[in-house]
Nanobody
């Protein structure tokens, strides 16, 4: 099983990024994909999640309204659209399904 994140980068405060998580080698159904992030010196925190069946979404309260998680089941890809980014949003963003994790993609928010 491989989860490969991409789409991170450097963005100014107020800017947007769209992260992608491509899943391969995972053939189960009825699962939840989650995005987490980890800032330097802090614990990893949950950001958002989505189910493959029904596309049911959930968000950490401070990100609701700014972040949107979506899924393309045909392409086995989960997206995280992040708008109005703030300095506190920076960190490494990870994709997770059950016990599987990607390598992460770095998001830096700075002038």
């Amino acid at each position: 099983v491989q989860l490969v994140e991409s789409g991170g980068g450097l963005v100014q405060p107020g800017g947007s990024l769209r992260l992608s998580c491509v899943v391969s080698g995972f053939y189960a159904t009825d699962y939840t994909t989650r995005w987490y992030r980890q800032a330097p010196g802090k614990d990893r925190e949950w950001v958002a999640s989505i189910t493959d069946v029904g596309g049911v979404t959930n968000y950490e309260a401070s990100m609701k309204g700014r972040f949107t998680i979506s899924i393309d089941n045909a392409k086995k890809t989960v997206f995280l659209q992040m708008n109005n980014l703030k300095n506190e949003d920076q960190g490494v963003y990870y994709c997770n399904i059950r016990d599987y994790w990607g390598q992460g993609t770095q998001v830096t928010v700075s002038l």
